[in-house]
């Protein structure tokens, strides 16, 4: 008997940890996260606004990796992963690129969660973890087949992880995650007694 493993959701896993002066560099963008959650008064009224459990840039600040060098560098970071992963996926780019549309900081306060979403009008998304105190949300990504499942079984609970509807990813700090944009992924909500602070992303193809 074979079992061909067809049409499979590959997704990057990385850490920026082996990189030179990391603990510098991830205590300079906790400190930037935390500079724009404190100062960022759009950003606040559009988390209140949209129910978001802590603070997030998504709906304010679209420039970051040009308002602080910070960002800038950790942008220069992940289009070299970008580019690693879309050649692991065989993409035909034709002669363009993918390039980072937007990035966005994400301070997600104990006891919040954000509901199972993808990113459309994008090719890649990913986040980059920069504090995961004890408790920390892990990373929920959902088999993308489960609307087509209709009336089969559920997977027994010792199935491998490829083989289960839902798989948490646990990261830490300088963990890094890259996935296609149409795989639906949520995070549940954070039982660490601090805020969990990331930052994530989208590539576009131009």
Known sequence: MTLRPLFVTPVYEASL???RSFENFNAEIL???QELAAEDAAGRAWCRAHAYGGYTSYGSLDD???????????????????????????????GGKLRLDSLWVNVL???????????PHSVISGTVYVETP????????????????????TRRADAP????????????PGTLYMWESWLRHEVPPNQAKAP?????????WR
């Open 64 to 94: 970051l990796p040009r308002r602080m060098s910070v960002f800038a560098e950790l942008k220069r970071k992940l289009d070299r992963h970008a580019a690693r992963f879309a050649d692991s996926l065989h993409l035909d780019l034709r």
């Open 161 to 172: 992880e490829d083989a289960q509807a839902f798989v948490y990813l646990q990261p830490a």
């Open 134 to 153: 004890k408790g920390a949300s892990a990373l929920k990504l959902e088999d993308p087949r489960l609307p087509l499942m209709m009336a089969a079984p």
């Open 109 to 119: 306060k104990p006891g919040a969660g954000h509901s199972g979403h993808i990113h």
């Open 196 to 204: 969990r602070v990331s930052v994530s992303f989208n590539y576009g």
């Open 31 to 33: 400190e930037a996260c």
């Open 17 to 19: 940890t082996t990189d």
